[in-house]
């Protein structure tokens, strides 16, 4: 019953046995549920199992077990009879049995259906049948300890297989159907009996209808090793892996296999074209017994073994070969001739190989590789032949090359890099017998200079590391008008290059250290690679496809000439001794209309820089640290770097299309210009010299001119003109200011931020009066204001907008302090930190107290008035307070009166002399009096305070502590850090008086 197929070449390993023997062994051979390694011995069978009609599996269990490699062939009809023998001993009907023989002869009748109409069932392994149970745990009902475990044999399971092993039985499936049809039988035998058995048993089962096309799609992406570990599922999955498209390249590479194996999946798949036994052991002796199977093969690739003469002769056997790949292996015998003799040769590829001699004749052969192969002499006989390749031959002399190359008269491409040996009289040999050679690689060939070579056809030359190609060269190479890429790196010899290839489209100059001039013409060149060439001086290069040109670190260039009409992209990084010229051959009618981007990075011979350009978008100068005089013309321009241009004097960009510019890293910066109708953001940050500035930039809305300190009125008054959109003005240590400047700020009807820090101004009123619609004001550390530059504020309603004042480090005093909290109720952010004339913030206070004199001293029968109009006054927005550093204040008192009903922020670190806090504040959540070394008195009545800050607070005792929080019903974080009189076991009591009390930060060990 065994497939003919299968058993060819095996017959020897069981004799001339009985069909029982050949049947089990034929169940072995196939495919196998586990692997496709031929055991070296047949296991013995298992004695007769008993059979429990009542714990029947399904026919997909059936199938695994009756073609597990090492069970043996049981008959269902036996395996019935057993257990009906067993079924009567424990009291069972013996009729059963004789039921499911009728059903056995019924089902022999259908045995020969269509497998693939027949819907795959599969079952979960955790799954058991709702009235069999232990049914997974055996199959068809018998124990699991009557088989063989398969834990127990590595090579039952695929995953117990070496991934570099294939252990496969190449018979695979039957193809006589006889043998497969007593498995259609039992199958569908078993399978009534389960559908008989056990009613419920579609509740537990997945049904999975899968066509024949779609499995043969899906198929088609997977490997041999994964279509068996497939094939092993069900039937239809079997058959559909068993599909010819699917073997028809065999890919065996660093597989072990056996002889009889491979011969007789050769014998099964006669139709392989392509076979790749790379790495397989006497892949040799597995080519030529099987050599009979593979008369349709077209590629076959070979490595890692000895090939003797006898394979090469029996390759005739193969007469669609067309490709024929030999890698890393030994030819011959090491005495006589390797003679590769095939008509139907295409390819042949001798890779890395070892042998004496090689002789090749091969009338169609077309592509021949012989590269590192290692081999004193090579006869060609292939007058078909196109392509040779010679590379890291080293034992083949230069008459060797010449003889060969010369034998092939249609030869177009020719790689013989690394022979060491050719000379200029073979090149001019080759020359002359091969007219059509299009491809030539001659590189690391220290013997030739290409003087006198003639190549009309020549597309793609290669002489890298050439040490004998000189400027003299270049004639021969311009002989070659054909020519498109050419590729001269490491030929130190090399000093001057001047080419005019119509069709030239690629060159390549690298680590030239004698190279200092470069003209090229060609109206096709589209890439230039110029790379560390230290001595290149000049540079022509004309061209309508080249698009972009990298030229960094060319240290000695100072002329360049370009008539490029499509270059877009210009890279001179680091071309220290460019000269002013460059500057005109980027600009409009200078040869790069389309230019688009250009940097000029660390070229530092740049001192004037004159741009003139319609298309250039991007420009980067950093690093150009000699340029005093930049002046840019172009409209298009978005984006220009600066960075390090520390002698930049004179700027002017008229027009640009920049939206943002930076010239703060410009400090000697003293004349600006700029016209750009899109820019919004400038920063003139610390262009300290800057006297003149014309900026019309009527889109934009935010300009830093800080530290400008020599920028003069007209020059605001001018900016204030042309650009009435700003909304952000930062003035700060510009003290050439004046109110001159100050009043042509009425144009800015936008204006909602102004910073007049560090300035010396004393009158306010015309920021009053020409800034309405004022939001912010900064006046930090303006050292001459006095309290009547703030009445306007706080007397005549002035900036009613105004939501954020800071006064730090001035001179204002203690009344204008008072009265701007008391009157300018829309305030959100006060800033009174460094304020030295501040000595008491009482709100509620009469504010009438003379500036010099303390406000405790005030009489005392003022304060119920005040407080009386403070308390009829609408609440106030007020809600950060910052005093930080006032070195005199010695009391802050806020009663509920205040109204300070949003005040959710006070700061008063660092004021050392303060003694007292008496806060009444419903909203407040952080209240910082860090290192207020005075402080004694500490009352609070916050009860959404979370944060309080008493760092170094020396003087505080821990029952004003326990006092002050015991009002802050959410206080969370408390710092009494390097409080001496806060003793650490007083924090028990802290966390009582405070119960939401999470961390308390101290410097002391509770």
Known sequence: ??????????????????????????????????????????????????????????????????????????????????????????????????????????????????????????????????????VNASFFGLESTHFPDPDEHGHFKL??????????????FPNDGVTENLRDANNERVGDVENSGGRNSEDVEIRMDLSDDLLHLIFSFLGQRDLCKAGATCKQWRSSSMHEDFWKCLKFENTRICLQNFVDICHRYQNVTDLNLSGVLNAEILVMEAITFLRHLKTLTMGKGLLGEAFFQLL????????????????????????????????????????????????????????????AHVSLNCPQLLELDFQSCHKLSDNAIRQAATACPLLSSLDMSSCSCVTDETLREIANSCPNLSVLDASNCPNISFESVRLPMLIDLRLLSCEGITSASMAAIAYSRLIEALQLDN??????????????????????????????????????????????????????????????????LCSLSLVCQNLINVDLSDCELLTNEVCKVFSDGGGCPMLRSLILDNCESLSIVELNSSSMVTLSLAGCRSMTSLKLSCPNL????????????????CPVGLESLNLGICPKLSVLHIEAPNMSLLELKGCGVLSQASINCPHLTSLDASFCRKLMDDSLSQTAEACPLIE??????????????????????????????????????????????????????????????????????????????????????????????????????????????????????????????????????????????????SDRLLEVLNCTGCPNIKKVIIPSMATYLRLSKINLNLSTNLKEVDLTCSNLYTLNLSNCSSLEVLKLDCPRLTNLQLLACTMLQEEELESAISLCGVLEILNVHSCP??????????????????????????
């Open 316 to 375: 005739s056997e193969c007469p669609l070969l067309t490709t024929l790949t030999v890698s890393d292996a030994s030819l011959g015998s090491g005495i006589q001739d390797v003679t590769v003799n095939h008509d139907g040769l295409h390819e042949l590829q001798i890779l890395k190989c070892r042998a004496l001699r090689i002789s090749v004749r091969c009338s169609q052969l077309q592509i021949l590789s012989l590269r590192r192969t290692g081999m």
């Open 159 to 172: 995953s117990h297989c070496p991934e570099n092993e294939l252990d496969c039985v190449l018979s695979l």
């Open 1 to 134: 019953m065994a497939d003919r197929g299968g058993m060819k070449g095996v017959d020897g390993g069981e004799g001339g046995g009985s069909g029982e023997a050949r049947e089990e062994l034929e169940l072995a051979l196939s495919l196998g549920r586990r692997g496709w390694h031929l055991p070296a011995a047949r296991c013995e069978p298992a004695p007769p199992q008993a059979w429990d009609s009542e714990a029947a599996g399904s026919s997909r269990a059936a199938d695994r077990t009756w073609d597990s490699p090492h069970v043996p062939t049981l008959r269902l009809r036996d395996m019935w009879r057993h257990g009906s023998h067993a079924d009567s001993d424990a009291g069972g009907d013996v009729e059963a049995a004789e039921e499911v023989e009728e059903e056995e002869e019924e089902g022999d009748e259908d045995g020969d259906r269509d497998l693939l109409s027949k819907r795959p069932k599969v079952r979960g392994f955790s799954e058991e049948s709702p009235q069999h149970s232990g």
């Open 728 to 873: 952000n003005l930062i003035l700060s240590s510009c003290v050439s200011i004046d109110i001159n400047g100050l009043s042509s700020l009425h144009c800015l009807h936008k204006l909602s931020l102004l910073d007049l820090s560090y300035t010396f101004l004393i009158n306010l009123k015309p920021v009053f009066d020409s800034c309405p619609q004022l939001k912010i004001l900064k006046l930090s550390a303006c050292k001459y204001l006095s309290d009547t530059s703030l009445e306007a504020l706080y007397r005549e309603g002035a900036l009613p907008m105004l939501v954020e004042l800071d006064l730090s480090y001035s001179s204002i005093g203690q009344t204008a302090i008072e009265e701007l909290l008391s009157c300018c109720t829309n305030l959100v952010n006060v800033n009174l930190n460094g304020c030295t004339n501040l000595y008491q913030l009482v709100c509620g206070s009469d504010d009438c107290s003379p500036v010099d004199m303390p406000v405790d001293v005030c009489p005392s029968d003022s304060a119920p008035l005040r407080s009386e109009e403070i308390s009829e006054r």
């Open 981 to 1006: 009189k806060i003793n650490a076991l007083d924090f028990s009591r802290l966390r009582v008086v405070c119960p939401s009390l999470k961390r308390i930060q101290s410097s002391l060990i509770a």
């Open 491 to 556: 030929c130190n010899l090399l000093a001057f290059v001047s080419l005019d290839l119509p069709h030239l489209k690629n060159i390549s100059l690298v680590h030239l250290r004698k190279f200092t001039d470069l003209i090229l013409r060609s109206p096709v060149l589209s890439y230039i690679k110029v790379s560390r060439c230290s001595v290149l001086e000049r540079v022509n290069i004309r061209s309508n496809a080249l698009q972009k040109l990298v030229l960094q670190k060319q240290e000695k």
């Open 638 to 653: 978005q984006k220009v770097n600066l960075d390090g241009c520390d002698h930049l004097e004179r700027a002017s960009f």
